[in-house]
């Protein structure tokens, strides 16, 4: 099952459901902590992928995505790129682990991870089920998971019980109203996915144009 987002960011979930989100913090885009989800059973690796969004030229109604990240094995394997101007290209593509910046092709073998340029965009690979995690052309963050984690996630990608009809829920499984115009519709579900104050400095919160939440 695939999930990801591109552009001034239009993203899919896992089950079809499709919105734009311009909200300008980190969130958790695929997650298996969830207060309303199944307990992951023991021979499943917990993982979570977060996404960060900022502005691009300082224009505040849409946002792109600055880099997807994947927390596993207490690890911190992001694809980010550095400049702000889209779209994104191989050039300005950084990988980082736990902050320090790697060459790629990179391989963590004892936890069966790697990463490589695949055309114009980094691409992540596991052994435990996420296939892949892309992020690159046309500030395109990609993924794909197996489908055996499809009850036990959570996250702007949703789950993936091939229902789109619960998709847009909060951490409590509870379903969100939507209401607004198309650039603030999502605002109040996908807030729900902001990942705590802790993870961002100060100075990004203002640039947090969902500032009600
Ligand atoms: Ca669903």
Redesign the pocket.
């Known amino acids: 099952m695939s999930c990801g987002g591109w552009g001034d960011p239009h993203y899919h979930?896992?089950?079809g459901a499709t919105f734009n989100f311009q909200g300008r913090c980190i969130y958790d885009l695929v997650s298996t902590t969830c207060t309303g989800g199944k307990t992951l059973p023991p021979n499943y690796t917990p993982f979570s992928i977060q996404v960060k969004h900022t502005d691009h030229y300082g224009l505040t109604a849409v946002s792109f995505i600055k880099y997807v990240q994947l927390s596993a094995f207490n690890n911190t394997y992001r694809l980010e790129t550095t400049g702000d101007v889209q779209p994104v290209s191989i050039a300005n593509l950084l990988l980082t682990v736990n902050g320090l910046q790697k060459n790629t092709p990179f391989n963590d073998f004892a936890n069966g991870i790697s990463i490589q340029i695949v055309g114009g965009s980094l691409q992540l690979t596991t052994q435990f089920g996420l296939v892949s995690l892309t992020f690159g052309d046309a500030s395109s963050a990609q993924l794909a998971l197996d489908k055996k984690y499809s009850t036990y996630v959570c996250g702007l990608c949703?789950?993936?019980?091939?229902?789109?009809g619960?998709?847009f829920s909060d951490r409590n499984n509870n379903l969100v109203q939507l209401s607004g115009d198309d650039n603030t519709k999502y605002f109040r579900w996908g807030s729900n996915w902001k990942v705590g104050p802790t993870f961002y400095p100060a100075n990004d919160q203002s640039l947090d144009i969902d500032k009600s939440m």
Not at 158 to 164: I, T
């Open positions: 979930s896992f089950d949703g789950n993936g019980d091939d229902n789109a619960n998709d």
